[in-house]
């Protein structure tokens, strides 16, 4: 079955770590997407990649990098800079003109400890 | 830039009941999605709305897009507790960058 798939479900940060979250898609969508969510709110956009080896920052990029190596997978640092990493985080892919919308994978939860 | 606004953002309603959510955008565009998410859970697509006119249903859902007035709309017809979510519009901010820009969500309770 073809989908998008994040790992860890949950993940935990100790101050002053650098964490990676995994966004994998076998959907062949060119478009790969990250959105955090804090309770009660709406997503906010990370970074977005449209092909290859090349990645635009969102609304909220500062504290956050991620890499597009191949076009299967867009993992995101949450670097130590980012100093409220707590939210839930989505990754999303689509079709390059996102004429469908997007297809999100099934979240993961960061926890700072 | 592109701002998308829904109201009402809370919205308690009982079964039986009809209602609808709105979904405001500012700049032209002729896409529009709903979600749906689930307390804890990820984003689930609804509707994909892509011209002016198109109406979509499903179930006791119903969504339909006005380009012109630059709204679209989600009837709930009969609500029952199994809708109780989170609705989320988003329209595609063309112009290049395709992406979405979403709203911020309408919390959905169904009461007995």
């Known amino acids: 079955d073809g989908g998008i798939t994040q790992s860890p479900k949950y993940l935990f940060r100790k101050e002053g770590q650098n964490v990676t979250l995994s966004c994998e898609q076998n959907?062949?969508?060119?478009?790969m997407y990250w959105y955090r969510q804090d309770p009660g709110q709406g997503l906010r956009l990370i970074y977005y990649s449209q092909i290859v080896n090349d990645f635009q920052k969102g609304d909220i990029a500062e504290g956050y990098s991620v890499s597009r190596e191949k076009k299967e997978s867009f993992p995101l640092t949450v670097t130590s800079a980012q100093k409220n990493p707590t939210a839930f985080y989505l990754c999303?892919?689509?079709?390059?003109?996102?004429?469908?919308?997007?297809?999100f994978g099934s979240g993961t939860r960061l926890t700072v400890v | 830039e592109l701002k998308v606004e829904q109201n009402p953002l809370f919205l308690s309603m009982q079964e039986g009941k009809n209602y609808t959510i709105y979904c405001n955008y500012s700049?032209?565009?002729?896409?529009l999605y709903w979600y749906r998410q689930d307390p804890g859970k990820s984003l689930e697509s609804l509707f994909v709305l892509l011209s002016n006119g198109a109406v979509k249903q499903e179930g006791r859902l119903m969504a339909s897009l006005d380009t012109k007035a630059r709204l679209s709309t989600l009837h709930i017809t009969a609500a029952v507790h199994d809708l109780s979510a989170t609705y989320f519009c988003?329209?595609?901010?063309?112009?290049?960058?395709?992406?979405?820009?979403f709203g911020k969500g309408t919390k959905l309770t169904v009461n007995p």
């Open positions: 988003a329209v595609d901010s063309q112009g290049g960058s395709e992406k979405l820009v």
């Open positions: 999303a892919s689509s079709i390059n003109d996102a004429a469908y919308g997007y297809t």
């Open positions: 959907l062949n969508h060119d478009a």
């Open positions: 700049t032209t565009s002729d896409r």
